[in-house]
């Protein structure tokens, strides 16, 4: 494998593509480094459904989202039309395991990730066989297990309710609160909430819920926000008063903020806006601010673990750079990278203070990233190590030697798909 090395030093994107160009050895259809990743991704026979690995589904959906953007970005006719074969083969693989709600309601919110997917895939293909998929998963919904303060139970694990019980997580909202808006947007939801009587779990008002309810008790005074909750406090590591977990998981917290971001661009499309588009409501407002908070948070700390290591990254426990045993991680710099250009793009910043500093760590996080985990096969395949395996609040020593001793993986499907987000967001920059 030959690693990628960099000696860029300033801060324009375009400078730093054309060394990243210069970099690559084998030329492909589109030298785009987005492109080249989805291409081994594939060639590797990933993204399609697969309940192998304990992060199977959430894979899924990051996949399919890095997918989807990419054709959209796609200036090659012949590769577009082969991704969006691809993208059918990816969803339609998901359509016969998702298709019963009460099964659904048992498997973490990660599956509802493929349900924005599948709503996706269907308004643009109008494929009929994603329907039945598409109904149970948005039904499950209204199954699934919720704590007093209403909050979503990460996962129902019928077969170890005792360490789930209660809990939930950041990681849940990159799957759940976006799917709340668009599914408001796209199925009969209205009927489904006459059925059951509950409070409306669709739509922006109930996104922003969820938002704020692990916000208000996840958040450190730094702005940023731990991993997740335990709202029955009992878990051993669950503070007294509000049951919040104790560490700063850099992966939860970039699911979090991508999940945040997801819901913002969705609500800003004219489709989302078809659930309510009369009289006022400030929860697109409300999340912003939420998005704003989160992401100065994760810029402040980034200038921080510089000056105190001399590198940009997301570290495995984020408010501990450079500590012993900590380690920058490849999939959470990624979606970091991703959130803050993309914020940039869509105005989700405003500030021009704050624009310019998200603009430098971000480009600075991606130095990071292709200096130290991207590999590239003499055959012109490409590589990314250094994700972490999944953390779990499941169990009770969840603390600092927890995170950091958690074994790592090449060529991780959330890993390599975040790398396609965020590359595709520099390429946009150029």
């Known amino acids: 494998m030959i690693p990628f090395s960099l000696s860029y030093s300033g801060r324009m994107a375009i400078a730093l593509l054309l060394m990243l160009q210069a970099t690559v050895t084998t030329a492909s259809r589109n030298d785009g480094l987005a492109a080249r990743m989805l291409e081994s991704t594939i060639a590797r026979g990933q993204g399609i ?41 990816s969803t339609t693989s998901a359509i016969s395991p998702l298709s019963n709600a009460t099964a659904d309601a048992s498997l973490p919110l990660d599956r509802l990730s493929i349900g924005t997917a599948l709503i996706h895939e269907y308004k643009s293909s109008q494929i009929s066989d994603l329907i039945p998929a598409i109904h149970a998963l948005t039904e499950s919904v209204l199954l699934q297990q919720r704590n007093a303060n209403g909050g979503l139970w990460y996962y129902a694990n019928p077969t170890n309710i005792s360490y789930y019980h209660n809990l939930s997580y950041l990681d849940g909202m990159f799957s759940s609160a976006p799917f709340a808006v668009i599914a408001a947007a796209t199925t009969n939801v209205t009927t489904l909430h006459d059925a059951v009587g509950d409070a409306n779990p669709f739509g922006r008002a109930a996104a922003l819920e969820q938002l704020q309810l692990l916000y208000g008790i996840c958040k450190q005074p730094s702005g940023l926000l731990v991993h997740g909750y335990d709202a029955s406090i009992t878990h051993n590591w669950s503070d007294p008063i509000t049951g919040a977990s104790p560490i700063v998981w850099g992966r939860s917290l970039a699911w979090y903020t991508l999940g945040v971001g997801n819901t913002l661009e969705l609500l800003r499309s004219r489709r989302a806006r078809l659930e309510n588009t009369a009289g006022s409501d400030c929860s697109e407002a409300r999340i912003g601010s939420i ?50 250009l993309r914020a940039i793009r869509l105005h989700l910043i405003e500030d021009p203070a704050m624009r310019s500093r998200a603009k430098t760590a971000a480009l600075g996080i991606y130095r990071t990233v292709l200096g130290t985990f991207v590999t590239e096969a003499i055959n012109g395949t490409l590589s990314l190590s250094g994700t972490s395996s999944v953390a779990s609040l499941a169990g009770e020593s969840i603390d600092y030697d927890y995170y950091v001793s958690r074994p790592t993986a090449n060529d991780s499907l959330i890993g390599t798909s975040a790398f396609i987000l965020a590359s595709l967001e520099v390429e946009r920059l150029a």
């Open 49 to 89: 459904y697969n309940t192998a690995a304990p992060t199977s589904l959430i894979e899924l959906g990051i996949f399919q989202q890095a997918l989807l953007e990419t054709i959209r970005d796609a200036a090659n006719s012949t590769q577009r039309t082969e991704w969006e074969a691809y993208l059918v083969r």
């Open 291 to 340: 998005f704003t908070n989160i992401t100065s948070a994760q810029i402040a700390v980034s200038e921080d673990g510089l000056q105190n290591t001399g590198q940009y990254g997301v570290w495995q426990v984020v408010d501990h750079p450079g500590e012993s045993g900590n380690f920058i991680e490849a999939s959470a710099s990624c979606m970091t990278v991703y959130s803050l």
